[in-house]
């Protein structure tokens, strides 16, 4: 488990290993009770454990003095509007206890050094529209909303559905 340094010395940060994989499921439990949808997040440990393990999924821990205060699980996509390739942030949190203290900052700026790093020109996620003070964390940021867009999913049941109709 090899620690990435920051700026703070007190925060540091480390990508996540298959063995993380309650972690995530834990902190994505955490990001759905902040988000009012907890019973949305039906990730298991052995689902996570699996998309970390074929790097379908990925996923980092911030560290304040040793103690993980907040994670990003992401994934690499293109799109076929602009041609480029890019990271999608599916899950963000820094603990309430450790907000405002710039670590959010530190991990966006991580996140784009790894997907400048890895050739991306796109470093994207969603928000919830009620959801003002991720809204602003994410201007300040520099981030614009391209609110033009609905987002919509098959349940795995519809997917397999629609599948056996091919």
């Given amino acids: 488990m090899s620690l990435i340094q ?9 990508m996540a290993t298959p063995v993380d994989a309650a972690l995530v499921v834990d902190y994505m439990k955490k990001l759905g009770r902040y988000q009012k949808m907890e ?14 393990q074929s790097k379908q999924g990925e996923a980092l821990f911030g560290l304040w003095d040793g103690e993980v205060v907040g994670f990003a699980y992401f994934h690499e996509k293109s799109s076929a509007f602009t041609g480029r390739a890019g990271l999608y942030i599916d899950g963000f949190l820094i603990d309430d206890s450790m907000r405002g203290e710039g670590l959010g900052n530190i ?3 991580f996140l784009s050094r790894l997907a400048v790093d890895r050739g991306c020109e796109l470093l994207e996620w969603g928000c919830l529209d009620w959801n003002t003070p991720a809204i602003e964390f994410y201007r300040k940021q520099g981030a614009f909303c391209v609110d033009n867009m609905r987002i ?4 795995p049941e519809t997917l397999q559905a629609n599948a056996a109709l091919f």
């Fill in 152 to 155: 919509y999913r098959f349940s």
């Fill in 6 to 14: 920051t700026k703070n010395p007190r925060f540091s940060i480390r």
């Fill in 39 to 52: 019973d949305k997040i039906v990730a298991t440990p052995e689902r996570i454990e699996q998309l970390l």
């Fill in 107 to 109: 991990v966006m700026q």
